[in-house]
Nanobody, 117 residues
Framework: QVQLVESGGGLVQPGGSLRLSCAASGFTFSRYAMSWYRQAPGKERELVATIASPGGATNYADSVKGRFTISRDNAKNTVALLMNSLKPEDTAVYYC??????????WGQGTQVTVSS
């Protein structure tokens, strides 16, 4: 069974940084593109960043471009999101998943990121 376990969230002041991690299991990790998504209160889940399989090419939402970096470690079956220059509008629950498997794989519990002074 596919499992996606997010971690690393927390409370941070505006301008601060956090590194999120997603531990994946139950599938051949390196064969799938992986993405980070987030859902803020009252809003739909949105795509934040994607990294290709087995790595290399990345894409970012305009709102995070230049501030966030997605990376993956196929040997560890993990995908990370380094978030710099955090803003209050980045406050959300962050999830990882494969963009081609959103209707097939269950979402993890997510990790809460709160940016507040």
């Amino acid at each position: 069974q596919v499992q996606l376990v997010e971690s690393g969230g927390g409370l941070v002041q505006p301008g601060g940084s956090l590194r999120l991690s997603c531990a994946a299991s139950g599938f051949t990790f390196s064969r799938y593109a992986m993405s980070w998504y987030r859902q803020a209160p009252g809003k739909e889940r949105e795509l934040v960043a994607t990294i290709a399989s087995p790595g290399g090419a990345t894409n970012y939402a305009d709102s995070v471009k230049g501030r966030f970096t997605i990376s993956r470690d196929n040997a560890k079956n993990t995908v990370a999101l380094l978030m710099n220059s955090l803003k209050p509008e980045d406050t959300a629950v962050y999830y990882c998943n494969s963009p081609s498997r959103l209707a097939l794989w269950d979402w993890g519990q997510g990790t809460q990121v709160t940016v507040s002074s």
